[in-house]
């Protein structure tokens, strides 16, 4: 079950990249926090929140590309992204050179493959379900009592809300919001969503002055003038879905806190700080410690909570106001898309172990040969004197050519201007190996690119004949490339007359998988004339030939796509 095997390595993905990448964002806005540390409090929560919104949005996004998109991924991933997803782009054949006059190369990062067995996929993924649902349930529980508090709760008397002057002059915004009693709470909620109520406990109409509830009243609808109920809704999904998240468990215990605080500032726009602070340490007297945890905004407050929030509303000189500064938000969430670009890039993908070394050429050797067996060759230039660097250069080839046919691995040592490959001492820098290459257009070459091409045995005559095969005066890597990879001018020739301007890369993905004009032709005998040089090594890289579509049309599977072929070969169903 391919889609299943998908989603399961999706899941792994989202949990895995989500444990680093929300730990390094929450690390991005602790910095933010401390580096502006007298932003006020409704900046700072709208810093948390893109921290929270990032560190939701990153992981699925990195496990998208890496589960249905993996290009970037090393060589080692690729192995393993054919076994499950082909087609499949094959290593390219490069060569690493590092003289002290070279020019460095950058290259993109590479991206990790993490490959567990599919038992073991299974059990993490049963365990997060697991998890998962029971925190669900709980928070559905709580959900549940919250509706059975709302419609139990009874309205604040007329008279007492006549005393509340600063609730009655108070703009509601856009949404009714009903003031309500209850006897079955400890401290006072907001519950918003869809249908908005501030619900304040009864003995708190009889223990607090009315200016005191005015003010406190005043603190929760805040709470739904800024539309807490919905973050505070996103916080516990969040909580609860990745639970074993310690990213995740931070960013929300401080968005809990700056969030009242932010509140407590919408009160002091009306209000002086003194009989505030007095006002919330009434609250924290007369409260019953620990109470019932509820899924509303400031329902989740502790007495250290309560003393952060005092020892604000007492400090001099603070920043109150209720709005978010653009600028230092604004380079907050700069830096948190950089990072998330940059994670993005180097976040590992997953894949299943395969249970021996031969299936991992994709599929059972006897009946499914992918790719030929790959040889390095290794060209090592050493001087003897310790300031000279060491030069080391390589070339990988496919084994799709008989063992005489291909060049050997050689080391080549470098010794007084003489480089050794295999038995045979040639010059490195010889006249009459240089004469031979300008011969054929190449000139002013490094001692370097002398090695590799010698090491490969691309001579005056190999270059003559791809260049009459129709590549025009090609690279010296390309030229190490073809030549390393087996490639001779018939086959480039035989090729180009079938596929028109086809490119080294395709040319050498080609052979690397065995297409043949042979092959072709099989394919063409058996109804597909048409193809693409991308599609002809797909289905060459999964072993699906004339007979195989033979085969299959005898099944009465006909006219069948090339994804379908290729599906229908790896699955082993024929």
């Known amino acids: 079950m391919p889609a299943i095997d998908t989603i399961i390595r999706f899941i792994i993905a989202v ?33 948390l929140v893109a921290a929270l919104l990032a560190s ?18 090393s060589p080692a991933s690729r192995v393993q992204t054919v076994h499950a997803t082909v087609p499949v782009k094959l290593p390219k054949v490069t060569s690493s050179v590092t003289p002290a006059q070279a020019t460095p190369e950058i290259a993109a990062p590479s991206r990790a493959n993490i490959a567990l067995p599919r038992p073991v996929m299974l059990g993490i993924v049963a365990l997060w379900l697991l998890g998962a649902l029971f925190v669900l349930v709980r928070l559905l529980v709580s959900l549940l009592h919250l509706e059975r508090l709302k419609k139990d709760a009874l309205p604040v008397a007329v008279e007492y809300r006549a005393q509340l002057a600063r609730w009655n002059a108070a703009t509601k915004g856009s949404r009714t919001v009903r003031l309500c009693r209850s006897g079955e709470i400890a401290i006072p909620i907001a519950v918003g969503l869809f249908d908005a109520m501030i619900l304040i406990p009864e003995r708190f109409l009889d223990e607090l002055e009315p200016a005191d509830v005015d003010s406190i009243v005043l603190h929760e609808l805040a709470h739904l003038r800024r539309a807490d109920d919905w973050i505070n809704a996103i916080e516990r999904l969040a909580s609860a879905l990745l639970f074993f998240n310690p990213g995740i468990a931070w960013l929300v215990a401080q968005l809990d806190l700056e969030r009242e605080v932010a509140c407590d500032d919408w009160v002091l726009q009306q209000n002086d700080p003194l009989p505030y602070a007095n006002c919330l340490a009434k609250v924290v007297e007369t409260a019953v410690w620990p109470y019932r945890a509820m899924s509303a905004p400031g329902a989740f407050l502790t007495r250290r909570a309560m003393s952060v929030r005092i020892e604000r509303l007492l400090t001099a000189h603070r920043d109150v106001r209720v709005r978010t500064s653009l600028g230092p938000t604004g380079i907050v969430v700069a830096a948190l898309a950089v990072l998330g670009i940059g994670a993005a890039l180097v976040s590992p993908s997953f894949a299943y172990t395969v249970s021996s070394p031969a299936q991992s050429a994709v599929g059972p050797p006897a009946r499914r040969p992918i790719a030929h067996a790959a040889s390095r060759q290794i060209v090592r230039l050493s001087q003897p004197k310790p300031q000279t660097p060491v030069i080391t250069a390589f070339a990988t080839a496919a084994a799709s050519e008989p063992p ?21 001492e040639v010059a490195a820098n010889s006249p009459a190996y240089i004469d031979e290459l300008a ?3 190449y000139t002013n070459l490094t001692v370097d690119q002398l090695v590799q091409l010698k090491a490969v045995g691309v001579t005056a005559d190999y270059i003559r ?3 009459n095969a129709g590549l025009s005066h090609p690279s010296v890597n390309d030229l190490i490339r073809l030549r390393a990879m087996g490639v001779q001018p018939d086959y480039i020739r035989s090729i180009r007359q079938r596929y ?32 693409t040089a991308d599609q002809l090594a797909q289905l060459r890289a999964v072993g699906v030939d004339g007979a195989f579509v033979q085969r299959a049309a005898a099944h009465g599977f006909r006219n069948l796509s090339v994804e379908q072929l290729i599906r229908l070969k790896t699955s082993d169903v024929l």
């Not at 990249?17 to 700072?44: D, H, K, S």
């Open 500 to 531: 028109g301007a086809t490119d080294v890369e395709q040319i050498v993905r080609m052979k690397a998988v065995g297409v043949t004009p042979e092959y072709v032709a099989q394919l063409a005998q058996a109804g597909y004339p048409n193809l």
């Open 56 to 73: 939701l949005i990153l992981p699925v996004v990195t496990a998208v590309v890496t589960t249905w998109h993996p290009t970037n991924a």
């Open 439 to 441: 011969s054929a257009g």
């Open 465 to 467: 004949g791809v260049e």
């Open 404 to 424: 005489a046919a291909k060049p050997a691995a050689h080391v080549a040592t470098h010794t007084r201007g003489t480089a050794v490959v295999g038995s045979t």
């Open 15 to 47: 949990l895995f990249n989500g444990l680093w990448e929300a730990a390094l964002l929450a690390i991005v806005a602790w910095i933010a926090l401390r580096a502006m540390p007298n932003a006020n409090a409704t900046t700072r929560h709208s810093v």
